[in-house]
């Protein structure tokens, strides 16, 4: 990945996540589709739920996982506020196409990097 400029943490946030968002998605949208919204809701969460627990998990019970710095001082916290701001979206009752474009915005954050930031604005002096 290194051969590309971008880390393994970043190839994970876009292109991994992305391929596996892709079946979600399709798995959202048919309840939601039919008329059953809170299969897709509960769909959404849960599956939050289960990669962020059990996915990681067992993941580290196979083999110890070393956390790179930008995920702990970064990431991590990145995420936490973009699931605040989406389940305070949920918790209005309501989600309509105005609030659902807004959705996919606090994943640009997310997959930033501070480290090549840094790296790319001292390049380009």
């Given at each position: 990945m290194e051969d590309l400029g971008?880390?393994?943490?970043?190839?994970?946030?876009?292109v991994v996540a992305a391929?596996?968002?892709v079946e979600e998605v399709v798995l959202e949208m048919l309840p939601a589709h039919r008329g059953h919204p809170e299969i897709s809701v509960g769909n959404a969460l849960g599956t939050l739920l289960f990669l962020l627990t059990g996915s990681l998990g067992v993941s580290a019970l196979v083999r110890p996982i070393a956390?790179?710095?930008?995920?702990?001082?970064?990431?991590?916290?990145?995420?936490?506020l973009a699931v605040a701001l989406l389940?305070?979206?949920?918790?209005?009752?309501?989600?309509?196409?105005?609030?659902?474009?807004?959705c996919p915005l606090p994943t640009a954050p997310i997959s930033w990097e501070p480290s090549r930031w840094r790296e790319w604005t001292s390049a380009a002096r």
């Open positions: 971008i880390s393994e943490t970043a190839f994970g946030l876009l391929a596996v968002s956390i790179p710095s930008a995920v702990s001082s970064f990431h991590a916290p990145a995420l936490v389940l305070g979206l949920l918790l209005r009752g309501r989600l309509g196409r105005p609030e659902a474009r807004c």
